[in-house]
């Protein structure tokens, strides 16, 4: 994936219980911003959008900036061409979606965007053509941040803020949004800042991953290796550490399917809920790390259906648990798996040990494009 214009926030901002103070430059399409309640997370878009007053230092998108207090200049947030979309999507209550989606029609044309082919483009990508007459107020929570997330494509951004865009939603729900973030990350050529305090959407949606603690960075790197470091993986406990891996339906069943880890098709076959996806379809599974039983041998007389071979390489003591990551097939991620510091002793656990991941069927969470199907 190409890397995107360049966004340099170095801000200082004082608050209640601590100041934000960060400085970072990324040129990545998907960037994270992670960290736990009151981290300063939504605060740093805030000051981005311009919706700080008080914020002193430099934000600067590729050649434009929007603050430099050291020049005194400071943007209107409304100059600044940024979608915003906020944990809770504020949507205008009297407008239908279609009124929604055009309320930043005048931005748009401002910025000298093509905005019937923008619109064009929304509807297609986020699937919103079956909802675009129909009242805001009869929405579904998956179906408000789908439209959330419209409004502010359609108003032709140069940066886009997302908010916790999952939070407000229940399990189910977010398996249905997050492929479409997917193919908003795949099919709009403009830089995105993430925040969330959920492992899962970080790593299945940015390539780099920025660390808040009391305001400050403390961790920043590839999400699944920052994730899993000693002074980060505590942050996450409260939703658990999952893995997020690539995958490839190889058949489907009545209850289940068997698909192949990995971005190929010769991957190691797991057996999963099933997919409603046809044969070769690509999509992402979750596996806890507190849900993955490792052995030394391939156990016979379990009820769990997948016996996974892998090579450890890394093995981490954090607090009183280990993080075993171990390596499943050359083209995807490898796998951590979280075990008693114990256990880890008692199997000998090192770089190099070959070993089975035992993984249940039910353990297993999958995030597919409905749009392949068909």
């Not at 007459?133 to 929405?139: D, E, I």
Request: glycine residues 8%; proline residues 8%.
């Amino acid at each position: 994936m190409t890397d995107a214009t360049p966004l340099h926030v170095q801000v200082r901002l004082p608050l209640d219980r601590f100041d934000l103070d960060v400085n970072f430059t990324t040129t990545h399409r998907v960037t994270g911003v992670f960290g736990v309640s009151g981290s300063g997370k939504t605060t740093l878009l805030e000051t981005v959008a311009g919706l700080r007053r008080g914020a002193q230092g430099r934000v600067r998108l590729g050649a434009t900036d929007w603050l430099d207090s050291a020049r005194r200049l400071r943007v209107p947030p409304e100059r600044r061409h940024i979608g915003y979309v906020p944990q809770d999507s504020l949507l205008f209550p009297h407008l239908d979606v279609l009124g929604n989606l055009h309320a930043g029609r005048g931005r748009a044309l401002r910025g000298g965007n093509h905005v019937a082919e923008t619109m064009e483009n929304v509807v297609r990508v986020l699937d919103l053509a079956p909802l675009l007459r129909r009242p805001v107020t009869t929405l579904s929570g998956g179906e408000r941040q789908r439209v959330a997330l419209g409004r502010a494509l359609c108003s032709g951004p140069r940066l886009l803020l997302l908010d916790e865009p999952l939070a407000s939603l229940d399990a189910g729900l977010r398996r249905k949004v997050l492929p479409f973030l997917h193919r908003v990350q795949a099919e709009f050529s403009l830089p995105i800042l993430l925040v969330s305090h959920n492992p899962v959407e970080v790593q299945a949606l940015c390539e780099d991953l920025v660390v808040l603690r009391e305001g400050r960075i403390i961790a920043r790197g590839e999400p699944r290796a920052v994730l899993t470091r000693p002074e980060v993986f505590p942050l996450a406990e409260h939703e658990g550490f999952e893995n997020m891996l690539p995958a490839r339906v190889i058949e489907s069943g009545a209850d289940t399917s068997r698909v192949s880890l990995g971005t190929g098709a010769d991957g190691p076959a797991l057996t999963v809920p099933r997919s409603a996806l046809p044969p070769g379809s690509a999509l992402l599974l979750s596996v806890p790390a507190d849900e993955i039983v490792l052995a030394l041998e391939h156990p016979a007389g379990l009820s769990a259906r997948n016996a996974v071979p892998a090579r450890v390489e890394e093995v981490q003591r954090v607090g009183p648990v280990c993080l075993v990551t171990a390596r499943v097939a050359a083209d995807s991620p490898p796998v951590v798996a979280e075990v008693t510091a114990d256990a880890s002793t008692e199997l000998h656990l090192v770089p190099g040990t070959v070993l089975f991941l035992l993984i249940k069927t039910t353990s297993v969470t999958l995030y597919e494009d409905p749009g392949q199907a068909g």
